[in-house]
């Protein structure tokens, strides 16, 4: 049972999400970057987005990964709203998400555009400053950041319009996945770690990982494909002939897939500890108790200490 401190802070913090942006989106828009890829906390916000929007009284017109849009070149109004998922790619740590965001920009460079909330990170000060000069030069762009640390870096660098906005994962409705939420049914605690570049070293990750008491696992969808993965591999070979069919099988049958994994690796668990932002967020709307770990660049600890930091449920390692 998810702790009343818990759901006062989720409910907080959709709050805050509907303050900022409700009056930013005031029109009709289309939602791009719907993930096509194998990482659930990409899809965790894209279902909070698409709850989120739901609440508004503007139309949605699109709704489409990178793979589709980048295959055709649809006619767009120049006063239709372009909207870019959230994420933890603005800067060049994950180059595919920029190089979408500035081919779209520049091809509809007359429409308002919003960048929902991400984190940051550059390492080349020269990508930066071209960055800047992008980015900047949009002045209908408005840019969202999901941490303090985010928000007061791209606030310094850039002269868009910011706002500090939490996570959309915060918006997620999880009520047609009952099925993978069993009751917690293990005193064993889940590690979970990943694998990449933004994992961070630390003598507490290596604690947990020697701990006979602690499992250690990623993501499932990471580690082993399913068959949801390799048939949306297969429609990504063609994007111009399967557009259409990536979009829906994206927003349909792939999401569940990938969130019906992540919660089946969460849901024995009382206790997780995740080196993962979203491992995090997802097992705090399961009402779990939480510790967070964190990555490389600091990102977890941020969002740590602008939103959670009062939750009872979790705590920063």
Not at 19 to 27: K, S, T
Not at 169 to 193: K, Y
Not at 299 to 309: A, D, H, P, V
Request: with cysteine.
């Amino acid at each position: 049972m998810i702790s009343m401190d818990t759901i006062t802070k989720i409910c907080e913090l959709r709050g805050i999400i509907d303050a900022v942006l409700r009056p930013l989106i005031g029109r009709d828009y289309r939602l791009l970057e719907v993930p096509d890829y194998a990482n659930p906390g990409d899809m965790l916000i894209f279902q909070g987005e698409m709850e989120f929007l739901k609440t508004l009284k503007v139309r949605c017109l699109e709704m489409s990964t990178m793979s589709s849009f980048a295959s055709r070149s649809p006619t767009i109004m120049s006063d239709e709203l372009l909207i870019f998922s959230g994420g933890g790619y603005f800067g060049d740590l994950y180059p595919r998400g920029p190089q979408f965001q500035r081919t779209v920009l520049q091809r509809y460079p007359d429409n308002p555009a919003l960048i929902l909330p991400q984190s940051t990170w550059f390492t080349d000060e020269h990508k930066l400053a071209d960055a800047v000069r992008f980015y900047g030069a949009r002045t209908n762009l408005s840019i969202c950041l999901r941490d303090r640390q985010s928000y007061d870096f791209v606030r310094k660098h850039f002269p868009n319009p910011t706002f500090l906005v939490p996570d959309m994962a915060f918006f997620a409705d999880l009520s047609e996945f009952r099925e993978a939420q069993v009751e917690s049914c293990t005193e064993r605690t889940l590690l979970l770690a990943r694998r990449d570049g933004e994992l961070r070293e630390s003598p507490t990750l290596t604690r947990f990982r020697e701990d006979p008491r602690v499992d250690v696992f990623d993501w499932p969808s990471l580690v082993t494909p399913s068959s949801a993965q390799m048939f949306m591999q297969l429609l990504r070979r063609h994007p111009g002939r399967f557009g259409k069919l990536i979009d829906w099988y994206a927003r349909h049958g792939f999401r569940k897939s990938l969130l019906r994994r992540a919660l089946g690796l969460l849901a024995p668990y009382e206790t997780v500890a995740s080196t993962r932002l979203h491992g995090a967020i997802l097992s705090l709307l399961l009402g779990k108790k939480v510790i967070m770990l964190d990555n490389s660049y600091g990102k977890n600890r941020s969002l740590y200490e602008t939103w959670l930091w009062d939750c009872d449920t979790i705590r920063m390692e």
